[in-house]
């Protein structure tokens, strides 16, 4: 995991894998997260992260991988509905 931040423009990105990003989902004004070809995590873009380094923490802590990407699908079958 690496953590690479932007101060000139207020954004975190957590990178999960080294796997080139095929698509990005925008999960929550503020996060959005990049899909390999697989749907595996790749990583986590932030934004506006001077505000929301509690949501930037548990990015760093959050559960298995898999788990997340569950947690993506769930969302979005939730916009959806």
């Given at each position: 995991?690496r953590?690479?931040?932007?101060?000139?423009?207020?954004n975190?990105y957590?990178?999960?894998?080294?796997?080139?990003?095929?698509?990005a989902?925008?999960l929550a004004p503020?996060?959005?997260?990049d899909?390999d070809?697989?749907?595996?995590v790749v990583?986590w873009?932030v934004?506006?992260?001077?505000?929301?380094e509690?949501l930037i923490?548990f990015?760093?802590?959050?559960?298995?991988?898999?788990?997340?990407v569950?947690?993506v699908?769930?969302?979005?079958?939730?916009?959806?509905?």
């Amino acid at each position: 995991m690496r953590i690479e931040r932007n101060v000139a423009i207020d954004n975190c990105y957590i990178r999960i894998s080294d796997a080139p990003a095929e698509q990005a989902r925008i999960l929550a004004p503020h996060l959005a997260v990049d899909l390999d070809h697989e749907g595996n995590v790749v990583g986590w873009d932030v934004h506006d992260a001077s505000a929301n380094e509690d949501l930037i923490h548990f990015l760093q802590h959050a559960p298995a991988e898999s788990t997340l990407v569950e947690m993506v699908a769930r969302n979005e079958a939730r916009q959806a509905a």
